[in-house]
C-alpha cells in the first residue's frame, strides 16, 4: 500500500528520481464525486503529498520575504535621512557596554560642532532618554515593552516627532540586546556595536550576527583594562575573523581617551551625508 | 526571541495572500546562518495562528544550508555559523546561501464545484 496517499498497487517500483520512470497511476475518488487520475511515485514522500495538494487545494507561490516590509519603511526612511542631509546611525550592544555613558560624552563634547538628537530604545523606562535630555539634545524614547530590538516602522514614526534638524546626525540606541537588533534595518548609514571590556572578548565569536551586521565596533571602557582579564587583540582578531571590513575604536567615556578618533569619524561622515 | 514578530509577520502576510481561504499549509525557507531558529517558529506559529485562517495549518520548513564563496581562492565552502576560515587562511567570505527568511508557497483550500 502507498504510505503517502493510501492506495493500492502491485506494482510498485522503486527506480531512481533522477529519472522520471518512477511514476505509477491511479484514481481517486473525491468526496463530491469527481473522478481523478493521475500518477505519482511511490518512493518519493516529499513530493507525493504536493502532488495530491494541487489536486484537493490550491498551492500559491509566494516567495515573499518574511523582512520585506520592514525592509521597505528602513529603505523610506534611508530616504527621508539622506533628503535632510542626516547622518544615521543604529548603536547596539548588550545591556550595560556603557551606550548612554558613550551619547551622553560625545554630544557634550561634540555640541558647538554638530547637533545630535537621539531615538532611544528600551523594553521600559525613559531613564536613558533623562540623561540624554539633560545634555540638551532631542529625544524620543520608545519602549518596546516585551520587544527585544526597534524596527524601521518604530523610527519612522519616532522621527515624525523627533523633528531633527537638517544637516545633523541621529543616534538611535537600540535595545540592549547583541542577537535581534542585528536583523532589522531601520534605514541607518551605519550599524555601530559597542562592546565593554567587562564583558569577554569572546563576544564577537559568541554573538556573530551582530559583528557581522555591524560596520563600526567600539570597543569601551578602555580605562579598566588594568582591572579586568579582557585580551583586546584576542577580541579584535575575532572581530576581524567575523567580518574583515569592521571598522574598530577603542575608547573610554570615562577619561576620553581614544574619543578623537570616534568624534573624527562622526565629522567625516556627516560631511559626505551633506554632499 | 525575535521568532515571536517574524511569526506575526508571517501570518500576516499568508493572510492577505489568502484572500479569505483557510490555509492548509504553509511552507517557509529559513536559511542555517540567518539567525532564525526553526523551532522557536514552530512553536510560535501555533499561538499566532490562533483564531486565524491558518490556524490548524501545517507548517513545513526547508532549511537551507550556508554556502560562501572565498574571496581570495574562490573555492566554496559550507558554514554552520555566519563566518569560517578557507582552507587558503582567508577568512574574506562572500554569503551565496544560508541567509533566507522567505515564505515559499501557501497552500490554500479550493472549493470544489
Not at chain 1, 509566494?62 to 521597505?72: G, T, V
Not at chain 1, 536613558?128 to 524596527?151: F, M, P, R, W, Y
Not at chain 2, 574571496?71 to 578557507?86: S, V
Request: glycine share 6%; charged share 20%.
Amino acid at each position: 500500500m502507498c504510505v503517502t496517499c493510501g492506495c493500492s498497487d502491485s506494482d510498485t517500483k522503486i527506480t531512481n528520481l533522477e529519472i522520471d520512470e518512477a511514476e505509477h497511476h491511479h484514481t481517486h475518488t473525491l468526496p463530491d464525486g469527481t473522478i481523478i487520475t493521475h500518477s505519482h511515485s511511490h518512493d518519493t514522500h516529499i513530493e507525493a503529498p504536493q502532488i495530491h495538494a494541487k489536486i484537493h487545494n490550491t498551492t500559491i507561490s509566494l516567495e515573499q520575504d518574511i523582512l520585506a516590509k520592514n525592509n521597505l519603511l528602513a529603505a523610506q526612511n534611508r530616504g527621508w535621512f539622506k533628503g535632510r542631509n542626516i547622518l544615521a546611525l543604529n548603536l547596539m550592544s548588550s545591556p550595560g557596554s556603557g551606550k548612554t555613558t558613550l551619547l551622553t560624552r560625545t554630544i557634550n563634547d561634540l555640541k558647538h560642532q554638530l547637533s545630535i538628537s537621539v531615538i532611544e530604545g528600551d523594553q521600559e523606562t525613559a531613564n536613558d532618554a533623562k540623561k540624554i535630555k539633560e545634555t540638551g539634545s532631542k529625544v524620543i524614547q520608545i519602549n518596546t515593552g516585551t520587544g527585544c530590538h526597534l524596527d524601521a516602522s518604530m523610527i519612522e514614526r519616532s522621527l515624525q516627532q523627533l523633528n531633527p534638524p537638517l544637516n545633523s546626525v541621529v543616534m538611535i540606541e537600540n535595545v540592549g540586546n547583541l542577537v535581534c537588533p542585528a536583523l532589522f534595518d531601520l534605514g541607518e548609514l551605519a550599524k555601530v556595536v559597542i562592546l565593554s571590556v567587562t564583558e569577554g572578548e569572546d563576544k564577537p565569536i559568541k554573538y556573530p550576527h551582530m559583528f557581522r551586521a555591524s560596520n563600526i565596533m567600539i570597543l569601551t571602557k578602555i580605562d579598566l583594562l588594568p582591572y579586568v582579564d579582557f585580551d583586546v587583540q584576542k577580541c579584535i582578531d575575532y572581530a576581524m575573523q567575523i567580518n574583515p571590513q569592521i571598522q574598530i575604536f577603542q575608547v573610554s567615556a570615562t577619561t576620553g581617551t581614544g574619543l578623537e578618533k570616534w568624534y573624527a569619524w562622526l565629522i567625516e561622515n556627516l560631511k559626505i551625508c551633506q554632499r | 526571541m525575535h521568532e515571536l514578530g517574524i511569526t506575526q509577520n508571517i501570518v500576516a502576510i499568508v493572510t492577505e495572500n489568502a484572500k479569505g481561504a483557510k490555509v492548509q499549509r504553509v511552507l517557509l525557507e529559513i536559511g542555517k546562518l540567518s539567525a532564525i531558529m526553526p523551532d522557536a517558529i514552530r512553536f510560535c506559529f501555533d499561538i499566532c495562528t490562533q483564531g486565524t485562517l491558518l490556524e490548524g495549518a501545517t507548517l513545513e520548513i526547508l532549511e537551507i544550508p550556508g554556502l560562501a564563496k572565498c574571496r581570495q581562492c574562490g573555492a566554496e565552502i559550507y558554514l554552520d555559523k555566519p563566518f569560517g576560515i578557507c582552507s587558503c587562511g582567508s577568512v574574506q567570505l562572500d554569503l551565496i546561501t544560508g541567509e533566507e527568511l522567505k515564505i515559499k508557497e501557501i497552500e490554500i483550500e479550493e472549493l470544489c464545484v
